[in-house]
């Protein structure tokens, strides 16, 4: 087989045409959301609004709604009730988040299991690449584009908040709702996603791109084009591998994604453990004398 | 005239821990004010609430006349952070760092015009950064953050300055560059409002200090409001002795 057929071969069927343009949407959109995810430490929001959709998703189903109002209003309502639990008692945020998005998934599963004609939906706990039909991919492909280009438009302010809150409420911006507007999209981005990979595995697509990328460069422009083009590119070769070794599709992209971050991890010029390893060594060496911090008078402080 | 910062008897309580009880505080624009306390006394609260980040459970704040919500809209309020409360490792440059001090001033998507970019060129220069532009900002040196910070300002074309503790982790000659830039900033109209536990540089620095504890205990002049029995007032005498240990 010549690597033409190899590489040409699997996308004679329409399935894997949808599959791929599916992925790869899926992919990009998660990358450039998760540059500013791992940034602001909400990975673990990432984890549970990607999850509490799962209700919304069913109810929208059930009602024949489109998936993202139901998505958005239940990625809200976690949000809210985990702000509600950490706040007013004495129970600490990531445990307030475990509770939250385990009951709301959990209920969407009990949905699930209670609604007639249900293989639509147990699609969407482990995604089915192959399986997608032509509406799915307009779905995927109209909720896209919208959150990307909102991402694209707002991108510096989206970076203030995430860098500065403090200083967008001082020149007059409102960083609660540049957050609401950000966890928002992390809503419409998992209904994206779960069509590919599925609810489960929707949150490694939300995490490991932008944190591959923050191992590989100091400029936040960078992180932006390099999360996408990598998490693209994972995604591609997962589906190859899926279809050659058939194995699970959705596994298969965010497996790939997990061994480009570890070359990453490991090798990155700057930041890779290698690298840093290496410098550290040479400043031993170089080291004579730990140097003395200034001597200043101030009150105890 | 209005003052550019008006605190007036302003309580703010978290929860049931009060942390302010009627402070009040008058500073004009073109002049320096030190703000002197113990470790929970309430500078960074009295920052806040005239930022307003916390709303006072009691009084008003008012800056240049008008409302702190006109003021922020304006552009007229510049914040440094304690150094604590900034994520060193966030990938962005000292450039694009003091551009966010434009973007109250841009449209909606915050492209820089030349405008920006000639205003943050400016603000580099004038806090002598402009050969570290391009360095992310963890790889600076403590007082050269400050600065970047300070540059922010300078290029939002603030008017009232808020720096909560400049000078911790700053050594001796990074702190000369800082009070020559603010009192340049002082006399072209800025009213400067910074907490410090750097008791000794506050004379020479400030036009005005206040001495904090929870409410103002006096505000004046440097000299006077830090004399030792003054001082006594707001850290209590076991910290005066340490401190005199110290010297
Ligand atoms: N978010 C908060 N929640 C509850 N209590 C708080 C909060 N922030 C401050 N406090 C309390 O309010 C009081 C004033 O705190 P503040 O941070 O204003 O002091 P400070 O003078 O800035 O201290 P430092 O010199 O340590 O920076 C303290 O008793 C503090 O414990
Ligand atoms: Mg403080």
């Known amino acids: 087989m010549s690597i033409f057929e190899f590489l040409l071969d699997p996308f004679d069927f329409v399935f894997m045409q949808r599959a791929l343009a599916v992925t790869v949407i899926a992919a990009v959109v998660c990358a450039v959301l998760s540059c500013w995810l791992v940034l602001i430490g909400w990975s673990l929001m990432g984890d549970a609004v990607s999850h509490a959709v799962l209700p919304g ?31 007013t008692s004495r129970v600490k945020e990531d445990a307030a988040i475990g509770i939250v998005f385990t009951t709301l998934f959990a209920l969407g599963l009990v949905l699930i299991s209670v609604t007639p004609s249900q293989s ?52 007059g911006l409102n960083p ?73 599709s959705g596994g298969m992209v965010v497996l790939v994604q997990g061994a480009a971050f570890t070359l990453v991890y490991l090798f990155s010029p700057r930041h890779g453990l290698v690298a840093t390893r290496l410098a550290a060594a040479r400043r031993r060496k170089a080291a004579s004398a730990p140097e003395q911090p200034a001597r200043t008078h101030t009150l105890a402080g | ?20 009880d009627g402070a009040t505080l008058r500073l004009n624009k073109g002049r320096i004010c030190g703000l002197v306390g113990m470790n929970g006394s309430g500078k960074s609260t009295l920052f806040k609430a005239i930022m307003g980040l916390v709303k006072p459970d009691a009084g008003t704040v008012t800056i240049d006349g008008g409302s702190p919500a006109a003021a ?62 391009q ?13 970047a910070f300070v540059a922010r300002g300078i290029a939002q074309g603030a008017t009232t ?16 560059t800082i009070c020559a830039l603010l009192k340049e900033l002082a006399a072209d109209g800025a009213a400067i409002l910074l907490s410090t536990h750097d008791l000794h540089a506050l004379p020479e620095l400030a036009d005005e200090a206040v001495l904090i504890m929870r409410r103002v205990l006096m505000h004046g002049d440097p000299a006077v409001v830090l004399q030792p029995e003054n001082l006594a007032l707001a850290f209590g005498l076991d910290v005066m002795k340490r401190n005199e240990m110290a010297l």
């Open chain 1, 57 to 87: 998703v069913v109810l929208a189903y059930i009602a024949g709604v489109p998936f993202a109002v139901g998505a958005v209003l239940f990625g809200f309502l976690a949000v809210g009730l985990i702000g509600a639990v950490r706040d």
């Open chain 1, 120 to 171: 639509d939906l147990t699609h969407i706990i482990f995604g089915n690449l192959l399986g997608l039909s032509h509406e799915d991919l307009f779905q995927v492909l109209v909720l896209g584009t919208i959150t990307l280009v909102i991402l694209i438009l707002k991108h510096r302010d989206f970076t203030l908040f995430a860098f500065d809150p403090t200083h967008a409420h001082a020149i």
């Open chain 1, 176 to 248: 609660r709702l540049l957050g609401a507007f950000l966890l928002g999209l992390l809503a419409l981005t998992s209904v994206v996603a779960l069509q590919a990979v599925g609810v489960v595995l929707v949150v490694a697509m939300l995490i490991i791109p932008g944190a591959t990328a923050y191992l590989l460069t100091d400029r936040f422009g960078r992180m932006l084009v390099l999360a996408p083009t990598i998490s693209a590119a994972c995604a591609v070769v997962g589906l190859y591998a899926s279809y050659y070794l058939d194995a699970a």
């Open chain 2, 1 to 20: 005239m209005s003052a550019a910062i008006d605190v007036d008897s302003v309580t703010v309580n978290y929860g049931d821990v009060p942390a302010l």
């Open chain 2, 72 to 133: 922020r809209r304006s552009g007229a309020i510049s914040y440094v952070p304690q150094s604590e409360d900034v994520d060193w490792h966030f990938p962005l440059s000292v450039h694009e760092v003091v551009m966010m001090g434009r973007y109250g001033h841009m449209g909606m998507t915050r492209r820089p015009h030349k405008k920006d970019k000639l205003a943050v060129a400016e603000a580099l220069d004038r806090v002598e950064l402009s050969d570290f532009a």
């Open chain 2, 135 to 147: 360095r992310q900002i963890g790889q600076l040196s403590g007082g050269q953050r400050k600065r």
């Open chain 2, 161 to 176: 300055l808020l720096l909560d503790e400049p000078f911790a982790g700053v050594d001796k000659r990074s702190e000369a």
